[in-house]
């Protein structure tokens, strides 16, 4: 038996341990597609051997590269990664919404599919929870803890621009987890009288204002100029917390639930079932075909 992985998308913490334990389950029938569905098309495809290391099983990132493949969607070049693909017995890709589609291209074209949601901004459709968002949302809580004393001590407001592409779950753990004063998570939420005032009742009681606002929403230097304007001060700042939400170290929870994902996906070729491996909102995993 012959098993395919590749990483599809941007890296989130957690798909280095699951890499790891697909691996240690299947060991040389185990091979990797490099940096996703780009080494498909190219035909990079070497033994996971190759690259595996225990050292970083809980490490961020990913062994076996990730990246973004618009080439994918191609005709020409779909029909030269569909050939690769067919030459393994199950293929496994771990990635976002987008790399959903793709496994369901290869699924619909008859490789056995199998699909993990590995994204930190946890948006793929059905699943409650994706590789990657514990870890998102702990260095997020880290850097508003770590930022916000200084800003405390200049009596200034801060804005915190966290990822989540088109999704705010990373924005509202966040808010939980940090008590915020205030979350923009859709555009509706932009509020700029409400802001403000939520800024100038805190700065005249001597107090701080922290903000958290998902990414996409408008630029966040932007929204900084637009506050300062409307109150007359130059008291709000911003900070981007941009790539450490990728590259912290992978939480314990994390840990966890790519092992899960792993045992799952294990589960799946040992009874011959493809799809996409899902997790309901009391954290239970369940697999699911493609849909229509």
């Not at 280095?16 to 490099?34: G, S, V």
């Not at 070497?46 to 961020?60: G, Q, R």
């Not at 062994?63 to 005709?75: A, L, V």
Request: aromatic share 10%; hydrophobic share 40%; with cysteine.
């Amino acid at each position: 038996m012959k098993i395919l992985l590749l990483c599809s998308g941007g890296d989130a913490s957690g798909m280095n341990r699951f890499i790891y334990e697909i691996y240690n389950k299947f060991k040389k029938e185990t091979y990797f597609a490099l940096a996703g569905f780009t080494g498909l098309i190219n035909g990079e495809i070497y033994p996971l051997s190759k690259v595996i290391d225990e050292n970083l099983k809980n490490s961020a990132g990913t062994m076996i590269k990730t990246s973004r493949c618009p080439e994918f969607k191609q005709r020409k070049y779909f029909h030269v990664a569909l050939e690769n693909a067919k030459k393994f017995d199950y293929v496994i890709i771990c990635g976002g919404n987008g790399s959903e589609k793709g496994a369901k291209e290869l699924f619909d074209n008859g490789v056995k599919t199998i699909f993990v949601p590995g994204t930190i901004d946890n948006d793929v459709l059905d699943s409650f929870y994706s590789i990657g968002f514990s870890t998102a949302v702990k260095e997020c809580v880290y850097a508003v803890d770590n930022i916000m004393p200084s800003i405390r001590s200049l009596n200034n407001a801060c804005l915190f621009e966290v990822m989540g592409r088109y999704e705010g779950d990373i924005a509202k753990a966040v808010n939980k987890e940090v008590k915020a004063d205030y979350v923009v998570v859709e555009k509706k939420d932009l509020d700029y009288n409400k802001i403000v005032n939520i800024i100038l009742k805190k700065y005249t009681k001597g107090q701080s204002a922290c903000i958290i606002v998902r990414e996409n929403i408008e630029k966040i230097e932007k929204i900084a100029n637009n506050l300062n304007k409307a109150i007359g001060l130059d008291i709000v700042k911003y900070q981007v917390i941009g790539r450490t939400q990728r590259g912290g170290k992978p939480t314990e929870e994390e840990l966890e639930m790519a092992k899960k994902f792993a045992f799952e996906a294990v589960n799946c070729i040992k009874n011959n079932k493809i799809g996409r491996i899902l997790v309901d909102k009391n954290m239970k995993m369940f697999v699911t075909n493609f849909k229509e």
